[in-house]
């Protein structure tokens, strides 16, 4: 298991990082702020990024989610009980389910329809949180102790 924990980890690292990045006024995938946004973001008519500190929240959020499975493993000591970590492991993976399984609705179509990002959502950004919480999910099962 800690080597899912680890992969977890650096995936969930690289995509911190791109939040980041964003917040600091990086504009890879695009060529300028509204190409990004369509890439990224892809709300009906966006035409921008989100503000720096909706970046950096995020990042934040990220950043405890990238720790979550190196502390559940047991790569690092840390304060909590396994028990809490475990809860907290499963509820991080439904977040990242839920938003993986969005995606692929309907409603979620008609909210963020700009390309390229409804392309991306679907070959990428979706499948990668479907693939995010089934590892939580993972994590989250087999090292709740028993």
Do not use: K, N
């Amino acid at each position: 298991m800690i080597v899912l924990a680890v992969i977890l980890s650096s995936v969930l690292l690289l995509i911190t990082t791109l939040h980041v990045y964003w917040g600091i006024g990086g504009i890879w995938p695009g060529t300028d702020q509204a190409s990004c946004a369509r890439a990224v973001v892809g709300f009906r008519g966006v035409d921008e990024m989100p503000s720096p500190f909706a970046s950096f929240a995020v990042a934040a959020c990220l950043v405890l989610a990238t720790l979550w499975p190196l502390a559940l493993t047991g790569v690092f000591a840390t304060p909590f009980p396994r028990e809490g970590l475990a809860a907290t492991a499963l509820m991080i993976g439904l977040v990242f389910l839920g938003r993986g399984i969005a995606g692929f609705t309907p409603w979620w179509r008609r909210l963020a329809p700009e390309q390229p990002f409804a392309r991306l959502d679907q070959s990428l950004y979706s499948p990668f949180c479907l693939l995010i919480g089934a590892g939580f999910a993972i994590l989250a099962i087999t090292e709740f102790p028993a």
